[in-house]
C-alpha cells in the first residue's frame, strides 16, 4: 500500500486525506449499482483465489516434503462461487474458509456450558452466530488499523472500529435469521424448480448487496491499488501493462 495515493496537491501545500474520510471512503457504493455488484464479485473472487492459491502451496510442502497427513489440510473452501451455495448459512458455515469460523464456535463452547445453553439449540446457534461475527469483525478491524498504522502517515488520525467493516459482518447475522424464518419456509412451500431459484436469488442477491460495503473497505485499505498482489501472476495485468514475471508481495 503506498500512502502518497492519499496525497493531494493544493498550491504549495499538501493535504493528507484519511481513507476514512466520506470522500473516500465510499469509492463503490457512490458508484452506479451495476458497477457496485461487479466490484463485489471480483473481490470475493480475488479473496478467494489469493487464500487458495498460499494455502494450496503451504499444504504441497508440509505434506510433501514434511510428510504431514493430508487429513491436516481440508479444503480451505467449498465451492462458495457456485450453484450449489443456496443459503447464507451454507456459505459461511460450510463453504467459505474455516479459519474464524472454527476458531470462534469453539471458543463459544466453554460459555454455553457454563450458561446451560445447548449447543445445538436455536439459542445455542444464534449466540455462536453471532460471536463468531462479531469477533470477526473486530479481527478484522484490528488487522486494518494496523496496516494503517505502518502503511499511513502518522498525521492521518487512526481508527480502530471501522465502521463498514463492522456493518458488513455484523449485518449477516441478522440476513441468516431473515433467511431462516422467511426465506426458506417460503422457498420449502414452493414447487422444486422455483424454490431452488427463489434460495439463490436471495443469496447470491444478498451477498453481492452486502459484498459492496466489504469491498468500500478494500478500496480504502489499498488493496485495490495498482502496485498490489494478492495474486502473484495475472494475464490481465499481462495484457495490460506487459507484466508476464511472477511478483511475490
Same mark, same amino acid.
Given at each position: 500500500?503506498?500512502?502518497?495515493?492519499?496525497?493531494?496537491?493544493?498550491?504549495?501545500?499538501?493535504?493528507?486525506?484519511?481513507?476514512?474520510?466520506?470522500?473516500?471512503?465510499?469509492?463503490?457504493?457512490?458508484?452506479?449499482?451495476?458497477?457496485?455488484?461487479?466490484? &463485489? &464479485?471480483?473481490? &470475493?473472487?480475488?479473496?478467494?483465489?489469493?487464500?487458495?492459491?498460499?494455502?494450496?502451496?503451504?499444504?504441497?510442502?508440509?505434506?510433501?516434503?514434511?510428510?504431514?497427513?493430508?487429513?491436516?489440510? @481440508?479444503?480451505?473452501?467449498?465451492?462458495?462461487?457456485?450453484?450449489?451455495?443456496?443459503?447464507?448459512?451454507?456459505?459461511?458455515?460450510?463453504?467459505?474458509?474455516?479459519?474464524?469460523?472454527?476458531?470462534?464456535?469453539?471458543?463459544?463452547? @466453554?460459555?454455553?456450558?457454563?450458561?446451560?445453553?445447548?449447543?445445538?439449540?436455536?439459542?445455542?446457534? &444464534?449466540?455462536?452466530?453471532?460471536?463468531?461475527?462479531?469477533?470477526?469483525?473486530?479481527?478484522?478491524?484490528?488487522?486494518?488499523?494496523?496496516?494503517?498504522?505502518?502503511?499511513?502517515?502518522?498525521?492521518?488520525?487512526?481508527?480502530?472500529?471501522?465502521?463498514?467493516?463492522?456493518?458488513?459482518?455484523?449485518?449477516?447475522?441478522?440476513?441468516?435469521?431473515?433467511?431462516?424464518?422467511?426465506?426458506?419456509?417460503?422457498?420449502?412451500?414452493?414447487?422444486?424448480?422455483?424454490?431452488?431459484?427463489?434460495?439463490?436469488?436471495?443469496?447470491?442477491?444478498?451477498?453481492?448487496?452486502?459484498?459492496?460495503?466489504?469491498?468500500?473497505?478494500?478500496?480504502?485499505?489499498?488493496?485495490?491499488?495498482?502496485?498490489?498482489?494478492?495474486? @502473484?501472476?495475472?494475464?490481465?495485468?499481462?495484457?495490460?501493462?506487459?507484466?508476464?514475471?511472477?511478483?511475490?508481495?
Amino acid at each position: 500500500m503506498n500512502a502518497r495515493q492519499l496525497v493531494q496537491h493544493q498550491g504549495s501545500s499538501i493535504v493528507l486525506i484519511s481513507p476514512h474520510d466520506p470522500i473516500y471512503a465510499h469509492q463503490v457504493t457512490t458508484r452506479p449499482i451495476y458497477e457496485q455488484l461487479v466490484y &463485489a &464479485a471480483v473481490t &470475493a473472487t480475488v479473496t478467494q483465489f489469493s487464500l487458495e492459491l498460499f494455502y494450496t502451496a503451504l499444504a504441497i510442502v508440509c505434506v510433501g516434503i514434511f510428510n504431514i497427513d493430508p487429513a491436516a489440510f @481440508p479444503h480451505f473452501f467449498c465451492e462458495p462461487l457456485s450453484i450449489k451455495t443456496d443459503s447464507v448459512h451454507s456459505i459461511w458455515g460450510q463453504r467459505w474458509h474455516h479459519i474464524f469460523r472454527r476458531v470462534t464456535t469453539r471458543a463459544l463452547d @466453554p460459555w454455553l456450558h457454563i450458561l446451560r445453553i445447548p449447543k445445538k439449540s436455536t439459542v445455542g446457534t &444464534a449466540c455462536k452466530v453471532l460471536a463468531a461475527f462479531t469477533l470477526s469483525g473486530l479481527i478484522h478491524c484490528v488487522v486494518q488499523a494496523r496496516v494503517q498504522s505502518l502503511h499511513f502517515p502518522p498525521e492521518i488520525p487512526l481508527v480502530i472500529f471501522d465502521v463498514d467493516t463492522l456493518w458488513f459482518f455484523l449485518s449477516q447475522p441478522f440476513a441468516i435469521a431473515f433467511e431462516h424464518l422467511f426465506v426458506m419456509p417460503l422457498a420449502h412451500r414452493l414447487p422444486p424448480p422455483i424454490g431452488f431459484v427463489v434460495k439463490r436469488l436471495w443469496t447470491w442477491g444478498w451477498l453481492l448487496w452486502s459484498g459492496r460495503w466489504w469491498t468500500d473497505v478494500w478500496i480504502k485499505m489499498g488493496m485495490f491499488l495498482v502496485e498490489e498482489r494478492t495474486i @502473484p501472476f495475472s494475464v490481465v495485468r499481462g495484457i495490460q501493462r506487459g507484466e508476464w514475471i511472477v511478483q511475490w508481495g
